[in-house]
Nanobody, 127 residues
Framework: QVQLVESGGGSVQSGGSLRLSCAAS????????MGWFRQTPGLAREAIAA??????TSYADSVKGRFTISQDNAKITYLQMDSLKPDDTAMYFC??????????????????????WGQGTQVTVSP
């Protein structure tokens, strides 16, 4: 079955940077949407960035201008996180759609647009 594995989480001071990676295996859809979500205890999982098979990208307002989603030829999906703030502290999850491109409202549509999930990687930003 499809497997998504995140890496790159860790602890960083406010203003610092981290790059998360998501490696997908057995994921063979030609049309797809890859997304990054984050979740803190007691709150819903929040969509923060997405990239489609057409190269389109979408971001939540909370990360726009600070985070960048990208992919390489090996279909590893990255989330470059710059100017990190303590409010960015969360568990970060990679997600993939079941063969659909993202669409312009994917951030608002949230988790419903994705059918495969990684286990998550923790990001902690200290003041």
């Amino acid at each position: 079955q499809v497997q998504l594995v995140e890496s790159g989480g860790g602890s960083v001071q406010s203003g610092g940077s981290l790059r998360l990676s998501c490696a997908a295996s057995r994921y063979t859809y030609s049309s797809y949407c890859m997304g990054w979500f984050r979740q803190t205890p007691g709150l819903a999982r929040e969509a923060i960035a997405a990239i489609g098979s057409d190269g389109s990208t979408s971001y939540a307002d909370s990360v726009k201008g600070r985070f960048t989603i990208s992919q390489d030829n090996a279909k590893i999906t990255y989330l470059q996180m710059d100017s990190l703030k303590p409010d960015d502290t969360a568990m970060y999850f990679c997600a993939a759609s079941r063969g659909r491109n993202c669409g312009p409202t994917i951030i608002q549509y949230g988790a419903r647009g994705f059918g495969y999930w990684g286990q998550g990687t923790q990001v902690t930003v200290s003041p």
